[in-house]
Each structure stands twice: as C-alpha cells, then as structure tokens.
C-alpha cells in the first residue's frame, strides 16, 4: 500500500503562481510514473501533467508552458509548479500514481484561482 498526500492548494489571483506537493509513503517516484489530474466542478477529471521514471514530461494543452512537474527524489516528492494562472485553472488537483497495476490516488487540493 502506498499513501499519496497532496498539498499546496489555496486562493490565488490571476497571473499568480502556486506550487502543489505530492508524497508519497514509499520511495517510488524513480521506479513508477506520476501524473497531476484536475477536476473542476461539474466537469470530468483530466490529466493535467505526467512524469515517466526517467523525467520525460507531458502536458496537457491548456497547461504548456505554464506549469512544469518537478520531482525531487531525494525528498520523494512531485511537484506541480503553476504559473500564469488562470480562472479556468480553478480546480481539485490530484496526484496519481501507478504501481504496476495498482492505482493510487490522493485525497486531492482545492486550488481556487479568482480576483
């Protein structure tokens, strides 16, 4: 079992920038994929950013060039680095993490972005 937690979620003005965390409670994030997925109320769940083992990144469209998925191994933590937000980026964000073939999803951070 591995526990995925997210943080850094908040209240932030457009053209801001927030950094959302994810840990996870095993050392995985350099054998197993992670990704970021949002879901905006009403709205299905979407993938938001993926990181392969060996740093390949992949953005959605409405996110390029705007938010980057760092990691740091030796803090076994994912980052979700935002910047330029926009309204349409108000959403919950989750991290996910496969495990082979066991998916874990976390409890999800409110990010609220409004003047």
């Known amino acids: 079992q591995v526990q995925v937690v997210e943080s850094g979620g908040g209240l932030v003005q457009p053209g801001g920038s927030l950094r959302l965390s994810c840990a996870a409670s095993?050392?995985?994030?350099?054998?197993?994929?992670v990704a970021w997925y949002r879901q905006a109320p009403g709205k299905m769940r979407e993938l938001v950013a993926d990181?392969?083992?060996?740093?390949?990144?992949n953005y959605a469209d409405s996110v390029k060039g705007r938010f980057t998925i760092p990691r740091d191994l030796d803090a076994n933590m994912v980052y979700l680095q935002m910047n330029s937000l926009k309204l349409e980026d108000t959403a919950d964000y989750y991290c996910?993490?496969?495990?082979?073939?066991?998916?874990?999803w976390g409890q999800g951070t409110q990010v609220t972005v409004s003047s």
């Open positions: 996910y993490i496969t495990v082979g073939e066991v998916q874990y």
């Open positions: 990181l392969t083992t060996t740093g390949r990144t």
């Open positions: 095993k050392k995985i994030f350099s054998e197993w994929p």
